[in-house]
C-alpha cells in the first residue's frame, strides 16, 4: 500500500499538512487520524447519517464521501472550527445544551454544523425548512423534539441580536 | 414541531431540568467517544467473519495474511488461552468459531496491521475452506425437533408455560390473531470500538470500551483471556447509545487478544455493515393470541403460543422469552391465563436485548387484540382498555400481585384529553404528506386514522437476579466526589447524579468521577433501571455522608443529630435556630463512604409460569394519529400523544428527550425499521437499506407525565426508559387499520401490507 502522499488542506483557517498518508483516505478518516479532530464522526460511511458533515467551501457535506486528496483547494470548516466569537460555544451549540438536544451526542457535531450551515443561509427558517435542512441527519436518540427546541431558541436568539 | 414545552431550571437539585455536564462537550466536539481515542504505537484491529449462516470449517490458512507488509499478527480460535466461549445468560458463543459457523457474520478470525486499509486487504487474504450446509431458519422446524441440533445446546433454548386460573373459562366474544414482529436493530449512531493496551509484561490489559455494564464484560473477557479479573482493567468509553446492543460481548475479546498477542495497543471500530452483524438485535416473533371476553368486554381468558428466534447463541433469550409471556395480558386484568412460550436456536442472526426487551413483541399482539375485542363489544378503543385497566392490588397471570403503582386508567385518560391535531388542510405542504419529498401523494387521497396501545413493562431484573447497584460519596475541600460503574450512553445518569448529591447534601459542587471497574458493579444500563438502582445507590451513599456530617455538626455544636436536617444548601436545626452553610459545616471533612441497592428478591417462575418473578412495572398509553395514502401504502405519522407513569419527575429535560426519543424507535419498528432475512442471510446491512426515522418522519410528541410518587422505589421514581417505545407501535399500526380499515397483523407495516 502505497502511503507516500504529500498535501495540505486548509483546515478551519489553517494549514494543515497531510503527511505519509494513503491516497485512497476520505476527508473524515484525514481529519480524525491524521489532523487531531475527531469531532467529526462516523457512523454510515455511506452519506446516509450526517455525522461526519463539516462545511467543504461553505457547503454542507458528508466527509466520509469526500476523498481527502481531492479537498486541497477547498476551505473546509469543521465543528472544531466554528467561530463562537469569543463565547465558549456558538448561539447553535449554547441552544443544544440549554433545550436537551444532546444525549449521547454521537449525531451532535454533524447537526451542529448543518444547523449553522441552515441559519446562515437563512436566519428565518420555516418549520419545514428546519426538518427538510437537517433530515440528512439522523439520531437515533432524541426523537429530535429538543433538537427542534434547539434550533428554535438559535434562531430568535439570532432575530434578537439583529434586532437590539 | 414538538409542542411540549420545558421549564426552565433553577438550582440543579432533583426535579429541575439540570443541563448535562458532558452537553458542552459533546456540542463542540470535545467530548472523548471510543472511536475518538488513540494510543502510541497503536495498531488497529479487524475482524473476519463468516458470509455462511450454517458451515463447517474445514481449514484456516492464515499465512498470506501474515505475510502482507503491516500485518502483525492473526488469531483464530487456537489463540484463545481461556475460555472458548462467552455469553451473558449461557456461555454458548465461542469467541471465535471453530468447527462450524452458525449465522452469516460470526466472527472466525481477527488480525492487528498499520492501518485500516492494511486491515480490509489482509482480512481477504486469510484462506477459509467452508463446508456450506443447510441453516435452520424456520423455529418451528426447531420446535417440531425436525432439525438436526446445530449447537451441542440443543435447537430449544427456553421454553415455558404459564398455567393459571379456569382452563375451560369461554365467555360471548372470542377474538385471535396471528401476529409477527420482525427483527429490529438498536442502530446507536456510534459504532462498536475499543481501545486495548497491554500491560508491559503481557499479563494484563486495559480496555477502553462503549458498554453497558462494565463488570459483566469484565468476568466474561477476564474468562477467555485466562486473566484474573484483578489484571483486566475496563473504563467505560464515551458511548454512542446502546439501546440494549452493548450489554453483549462484541469486540472485547478480540481487541485484548490482539493487544497481548502484539504486545501493542490496538483500537477496533466496527464500520456500520459489520455493526448490524457484530451486535444482537430485538427478537423477531411470531405469537398466537385468543381472547375470551364478557359481552362487554372484560377479559376473562387469555390463550397464548410465543416463539421468539433467538438465532444462533443464547444472549438473553431466556429472559425476552420470560419477559414476553408474563405480559401477555398487558396491562389489563385477567384472571386466567394458558400461555406457551419458546425461545428458539436458529441459524439467524443472534438476538437478544433491545429497548422493551420481549414485551414489544407481547404488547403488539395483546393491543391488537384489545381492538378486536372493542369491535365485538361495540365499545370505542378507550372505552374496552378503561373497563379492563388494571389497578394496584391486581393478580398478574404469574400468580404475582401487582405492588408497583399502577394507574392505568389515569394514563388512558389523560392521553384521551388531550387535543387532536387539525385536519390535513387541502393545500397542505408535500413534506407534510405520506411520500414527503417523493411528491407522491395529493392531499385528496389521504385518509387519516386515530389508534390507541396502552402497555406495561417491568423495571430491573427478574426471576430472582440479585440486582445491585454500588456508589461511592466522597466529600473533600467542599466538593462532591460521586463513584461508580454504571454506563453513560447517553440516559444521562451523570445529570441525574449530581442532582441527587446536591439534593441529599446540600453542596453544589459534585464531581463524577471516571466510570470504570474500580468500584463494585452498578448492573447493567439497561431494563430502565439505572435511576432506580445506581440512583438509589447515589442516594444511599450521599444519605450516609450526610449522617457523618450531622454527627459531626452535632457534636461540635451540641445538637442532637437526628435534629439536624438540610434546608437548600444549609444545614438547620428543625426545632430550634441554629443554621449552618453546609460548606461552611463540612470545612476540613473529608468523608467517604459506599452504598451497595439492592431491590426486594424476586423468584424463578415454577412449571405453570407461577412466581413473583419480577421487581416493579411501569404503565404508559399512546395515541397515535396517521396520514396514509393507501395506493402507495405510505404513512406519515402525524402526532403521538401520551401519558406515561413515571412516579415522580427527576429531571423533565431527560425524562421528555427519553419519551421523545423512545417514540421515534417505536415508530421506526411500526413502518420502517426491520432487518431482512433470507435464508439466514441478512439483506440489508446499511443506513441506506435499513430506513431509520428523521427530523421529516418526527411526529408532534404531546407528553404529560404522570405523577404518583412510587414507594417501593428509593426515589419514588420509576424507569422511564424503555415504556415510550412499546405501545406506541401498536398504537400506529392500529391508526393505520383505522384509516385504510384493513388488518394488519404485522410490524413493520410495508407499503405493500397496506396497498396490496
Redesign the interface.
Known amino acids: 500500500?502505497s502511503?507516500n502522499e504529500f498535501y495540505t488542506l486548509n483546515v478551519n483557517g489553517q494549514s494543515m499538512q497531510v503527511q505519509d498518508s494513503?491516497v485512497?483516505?476520505s476527508l473524515l478518516?484525514v481529519l480524525?487520524?491524521r489532523l487531531g479532530?475527531?469531532?467529526?464522526?462516523?457512523?454510515?460511511?455511506?452519506g446516509?447519517?450526517g455525522?461526519c458533515t463539516v462545511l467543504l467551501d461553505g457547503q454542507a457535506v458528508c466527509s466520509c464521501l469526500v476523498m481527502a486528496a481531492t479537498a486541497v483547494d477547498s476551505t473546509i470548516v469543521?465543528?472544531?472550527g466554528l467561530d463562537a466569537h469569543g463565547a465558549?460555544?456558538t448561539d447553535?451549540?449554547?441552544a443544544?445544551?440549554?433545550?436537551?438536544a444532546?444525549?449521547?451526542?454521537?449525531?451532535?457535531?454533524g447537526l451542529?454544523v448543518a444547523i449553522h450551515h441552515l441559519l446562515d443561509e437563512n436566519p428565518q427558517p420555516s418549520?419545514?425548512e428546519?426538518?427538510?435542512a437537517?433530515?440528512?441527519?439522523?439520531?437515533?436518540?432524541?426523537?429530535?423534539?429538543?433538537?427542534?427546541?434547539a434550533v428554535?431558541q438559535a434562531v430568535a436568539v439570532r432575530k434578537a441580536s439583529h434586532t437590539s | 414541531?414538538?409542542t411540549?414545552k420545558?421549564e426552565q431550571r433553577e438550582r440543579d437539585i432533583l426535579g429541575v431540568?439540570a443541563?448535562?455536564p458532558?452537553?458542552?462537550a459533546?456540542?463542540?466536539?470535545?467530548?472523548?467517544?471510543t472511536?475518538?481515542m488513540?494510543a502510541e504505537n497503536m495498531l488497529w484491529g479487524a475482524t473476519l467473519r463468516s458470509p455462511h449462516p450454517y458451515a463447517r470449517i474445514v481449514s484456516i490458512d492464515t499465512s498470506r495474511a501474515l505475510a502482507l507488509?503491516?500485518v502483525h499478527c492473526v488469531i483464530t480460535a487456537d489463540d484463545v488461552p481461556g475460555k472458548p466461549t462467552y455469553g451473558l445468560i449461557s456461555s454458548d458463543q465461542p469467541v471465535f468459531a471453530r468447527d462450524y459457523v452458525r449465522y452469516m457474520g460470526e466472527p472466525v478470525a481477527a488480525l492487528a496491521a498499520d492501518?485500516?486499509?492494511?486491515c480490509r486487504?489482509a482480512l481477504a487474504l486469510i484462506d477459509i475452506e467452508y463446508e456450506v450446509l443447510k441453516p435452520l431458519t424456520n423455529a418451528e422446524d426447531a420446535i417440531a425437533g425436525s432439525f438436526p441440533p446445530i449447537h451441542p445446546d440443543g435447537n430449544i433454548i427456553r421454553h415455558q408455560r404459564i398455567v393459571r386460573g379456569d382452563q375451560s373459562a369461554t365467555g360471548p366474544i372470542i377474538v385471535e390473531g396471528e401476529y409477527e414482529i420482525g427483527m429490529q436493530d438498536?442502530?446507536?449512531?456510534?459504532?462498536e470500538a475499543a481501545l486495548a493496551i497491554p500491560d508491559s509484561h503481557g499479563k494484563g490489559v486495559e480496555l477502553h470500551v462503549a458498554t453497558q455494564w462494565l463488570h459483566e464484560d469484565l468476568g466474561q473477557i477476564s474468562a477467555c483471556l485466562d486473566l484474573p479479573p484483578q489484571n483486566v482493567r475496563l473504563i467505560l468509553g464515551?458511548?454512542?447509545?446502546?439501546?440494549g446492543a452493548r450489554e453483549d460481548i462484541s469486540l472485547q475479546v478480540h481487541c485484548c487478544l490482539l493487544a497481548l498477542k502484539a504486545g501493542r495497543p490496538i483500537k477496533m471500530q466496527y464500520?456500520?455493515?459489520e455493526s448490524f452483524f457484530g451486535h444482537v438485535h430485538r427478537h423477531p416473533a411470531k405469537i398466537f393470541m385468543r381472547h375470551h371476553a364478557q359481552s362487554d368486554g372484560r377479559i376473562i381468558k387469555i390463550e397464548a403460543r410465543f416463539v421468539f428466534d433467538g438465532g444462533a447463541y443464547t444472549s438473553t433469550s431466556p429472559a425476552v422469552l420470560i419477559n414476553g409471556i408474563t405480559h401477555t395480558q398487558g396491562p389489563y386484568k385477567c384472571d386466567n391465563a394458558t400461555v406457551d412460550g419458546w425461545a428458539i436456536r436458529t441459524n439467524n442472526p443472534p438476538c437478544g436485548a433491545m429497548r422493551g426487551f420481549g414485551v414489544v413483541q407481547a404488547c403488539f399482539a395483546h393491543e391488537s387484540q384489545m381492538d378486536k375485542i372493542a369491535t365485538a363489544a361495540g365499545l370505542s378503543a378507550v372505552d374496552v382498555r378503561l373497563i379492563n385497566a388494571m389497578e394496584t392490588g391486581d393478580t398478574l397471570i404469574t400468580g404475582q400481585a401487582m405492588e408497583s403503582i399502577a394507574p392505568v386508567a389515569r394514563c388512558i385518560i389523560e392521553t384521551d384529553h388531550i387535543p387532536l391535531p387539525a385536519p390535513l388542510a387541502a393545500n397542505a405542504?408535500e413534506?407534510?404528506l405520506p411520500g414527503g419529498?417523493g411528491l407522491t401523494a395529493s392531499a385528496s387521497h389521504i385518509v387519516r386514522g386515530v389508534g390507541w396501545g396502552v402497555s406495561m413493562k417491568n423495571l430491573m431484573y427478574s426471576e430472582g437476579f440479585d440486582d445491585f447497584a454500588t456508589a461511592r460519596c466522597s466529600i473533600k475541600e467542599g466538593v462532591v466526589y460521586l463513584k461508580f460503574a454504571t454506563s453513560e450512553?447517553?440516559?444521562?445518569f451523570v445529570t441525574l447524579a449530581p442532582q441527587i448529591a446536591r439534593s441529599v447534601l446540600g453542596l453544589d459542587d459534585v464531581v463524577v468521577e471516571p466510570i470504570d471497574t474500580q468500584i463494585g458493579s452498578a448492573g447493567s444500563t439497561s431494563a430502565s433501571r439505572q435511576t432506580w438502582m445506581s440512583g438509589g445507590a447515589v442516594d444511599g451513599a450521599c444519605r450516609l455522608v450526610r449522617e457523618q456530617i450531622f454527627q459531626h455538626v452535632g457534636k461540635q455544636n451540641n445538637i442532637d443529630p437526628l435534629r439536624l436536617v438540610i434546608e437548600g444548601t444549609d444545614i438547620i436545626d428543625q426545632i430550634g435556630t441554629f443554621r449552618i452553610a453546609v460548606r461552611e459545616a463540612i470545612d476540613g471533612l473529608s468523608i467517604s463512604e459506599t452504598f451497595e441497592h439492592h431491590h426486594k428478591p424476586t423468584e424463578e417462575l415454577d412449571e405453570n409460569g407461577q412466581g413473583n418473578c419480577h421487581t416493579a412495572f411501569a404503565f404508559v398509553a399512546h395515541r397515535a394519529v396517521v396520514d396514509v395514502d393507501p395506493e402507495l401504502g405510505l404513512v406519515k405519522v402525524v402526532q403521538i400523544a401520551t401519558a406515561q407513569d413515571v412516579g415522580r419527575v427527576l429531571n423533565p429535560?431527560?425524562a421528555?428527550?427519553q419519551?421523545?426519543?423512545?417514540?421515534?424507535?417505536g415508530l421506526g419498528l411500526a413502518v420502517m425499521e426491520e432487518i431482512v432475512i433470507q435464508d439466514g442471510k441478512v439483506r440489508n446491512p446499511?443506513?441506506?437499506d435499513y430506513l431509520?426515522?428523521?427530523?421529516?418522519d418526527?411526529p408532534d410528541?404531546v407528553a404529560k407525565m404522570i405523577e404518583e410518587y412510587e414507594p417501593q422505589a428509593p426515589l419514588g421514581a420509576k424507569g422511564i426508559g424503555e415504556p415510550p417505545c412499546i405501545s406506541v407501535t401498536p398504537a400506529i399500526v392500529a391508526a393505520i387499520r383505522d384509516a385504510i380499515a384493513k388488518d394488519l397483523h404485522r410490524i413493520p407495516v410495508r407499503p405493500q401490507d397496506i396497498c396490496l
Open positions: 500500500m502511503m494513503w485512497g483516505e478518516y480524525r487520524e479532530l475527531p469531532g467529526s464522526k462516523g457512523a454510515c460511511e455511506q446516509e447519517c455525522s469543521t465543528v472544531e465558549e460555544l447553535v451549540q449554547d443544544f445544551v440549554q433545550q436537551g444532546v444525549q449521547c451526542g454521537f449525531c451532535t457535531p451542529i418549520e419545514l428546519v426538518k427538510e437537517i433530515s440528512g441527519n439522523i439520531c437515533r436518540c432524541t426523537g429530535y423534539g429538543r433538537i427542534f427546541a428554535e | 414541531m414538538s411540549t420545558v431540568s443541563i448535562r458532558d452537553g458542552a459533546k456540542v463542540t466536539g470535545d467530548f472523548s467517544f472511536s475518538d488513540n507488509p503491516g492501518h485500516p486499509e492494511t486487504r438498536q442502530a446507536f449512531l456510534g459504532l464515551g458511548v454512542g447509545g446502546a439501546f464500520g456500520r455493515e405542504h413534506l407534510l419529498s450512553v447517553g440516559q444521562g429535560l431527560s421528555l428527550g419519551i421523545e426519543g423512545g417514540i421515534a424507535q446499511s443506513f441506506t431509520l426515522p428523521t427530523t421529516l418526527a410528541v
